[in-house]
């Protein structure tokens, strides 16, 4: 069978999983164009850069993308394996979770889940889990998706896509040396929030949800933490990476493009965490008095900022058919994105659900 040419829009987490999976089943010859990538100087254009990224407990009602989930959570585990082939990208660690809640009727099956006992909920929480799992550092995850796209004979392509007829017309050669290349069999649009003003998709219902945290320095803290809050705006957390570093998180806020991040929700944040996990403060400080946020502020190596790419009603999964090269001819191109709050931890579920929708559509193709 003819080897089939599938370009995909987007080097976030989700066109990276995409690609890989899609190259990974044989037949096809994948291309990744995009604006931006995992090497890249960082941008708030680039939504990947700035997750937690933890994988916590699923509390909602959708069997489905609990699966999907649970799927992706089995890879990355094995990944995050001590030896494995991705060991450097994690830091495998007990995350304890507090709701304000309840536990939820729906909550994952994850290793070593327990309660945790009332006397030790912090903070007023009503309810908690302690659980096994890994924090991702995602620059260093991101860069390898990428290579082992490439090592498995992966093109990459840089470019800004302003209308899908672009690619349609020119193949990714247009963006390499004005050429035009092979014609696409399938797009796939994993382009997030770009899919918002992208040309021939201007997905309306993609907005921006604004979220900040604070990176500091604290290697003593190697427990993960989390508190949901009763405020859909505001979650509280304590995400240790394998360097050392502690992801202090975040703020929730739908529509906001501000693309920097703004000093009082800094402040709010370090407040937050420190009420949450006062063991982020420095050993020999808390061994003299009780801390407070300035003696987290010389810990700090960046405050950051992105925007969650959201979609109305969640992800975004669906083969539209558009005009291919050829006279009459019509090609698939699969919507994949709008992950919004968690673009990682459905990803390698998500990516092998994309694959099977692409490969039924192009069996409906006409040779
Ligand atoms: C503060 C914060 C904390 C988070 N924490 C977590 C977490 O703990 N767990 C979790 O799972 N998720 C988390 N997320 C969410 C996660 O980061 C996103 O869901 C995910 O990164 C979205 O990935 P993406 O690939 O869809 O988009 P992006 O990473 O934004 O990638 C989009 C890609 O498309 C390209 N592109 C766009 N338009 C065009 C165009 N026209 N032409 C060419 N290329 C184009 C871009 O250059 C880029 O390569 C968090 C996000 C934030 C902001």
């Known amino acids: 069978m003819k080897t089939k040419e599938v370009v995909v829009i987007g080097a976030g987490v989700v066109g990276l999983t995409t690609a890989i999976t899609i190259q990974e089943q044989g037949g096809y010859n994948v291309t990744i164009v995009a604006e931006t990538w995992p090497s890249d100087p960082k941008t708030v254009k680039y939504t990947s850069f700035w997750a937690g990224a933890s994988h916590g407990v699923y509390r909602g009602p959708d069997e489905n993308l609990r699966k999907v989930r649970q799927d992706t959570f089995k890879v990355m585990w094995e990944l995050s394996a001590p030896g494995g082939p991705a060991e450097a990208c994690f830091h495998r660690t007990t995350e304890h979770a507090f709701y304000y809640d309840g536990l939820g009727q729906y909550a994952d099956d994850m290793p070593n889940l327990k309660r945790i006992p009332e006397s030790e909920l912090r903070l007023g929480a009503k309810a908690g889990y302690s659980f096994s799992s890994y924090v991702i550092d995602p620059p260093v995850y991101l860069n390898y998706l990428l290579s082992r796209f490439i090592a498995r004979g992966g093109h990459i392509v840089r470019g800004t896509v302003q209308h899908i007829s672009q690619v349609i017309e020119g193949g990714t050669g247009i963006w390499v040396n004005g050429k035009p290349s092979a014609a696409p069999d399938a797009l796939v649009v994993c382009n997030g929030l770009g899919a918002k003003t992208l040309g021939g998709v201007e997905d309306a219902e993609v907005y921006p949800n604004r979220g900040q945290n604070v990176i500091v320095h604290a290697p003593w803290v190697r427990d993960a933490m989390s508190l949901s809050s009763p405020e859909p705006t505001i979650d509280t957390y304590v995400f240790p990476r394998r360097n050392g570093d502690v992801v202090l998180g975040t703020v929730r806020v739908p529509h906001d493009w501000y693309p920097v991040a703004r000093p009082e929700t800094t402040t709010q ?56 090269r050829e006279r009459e001819s019509k090609i698939p191109m699969l919507l994949n994105y709008g992950y919004g709050p968690s673009g990682y931890e459905p990803s390698w579920g998500s990516a092998k659900a994309a694959l099977e929708m692409l490969e039924g559509a192009l069996a409906n193709v006409v040779a």
Not at 293 to 319: A, K, N, Q
């Open 269 to 324: 944040i370090l407040e937050r965490c420190l009420a949450l996990c006062p063991e982020l403060a420095p050993p020999e400080i808390r061994a003299q008095r009780a801390p407070t946020i300035d003696d987290l502020r010389p810990l700090i190596v960046e405050e950051t900022c992105g925007l969650r790419p959201m979609h109305v009603g969640g992800i975004r999964m669906e083969v539209n058919w558009i005009d291919g």
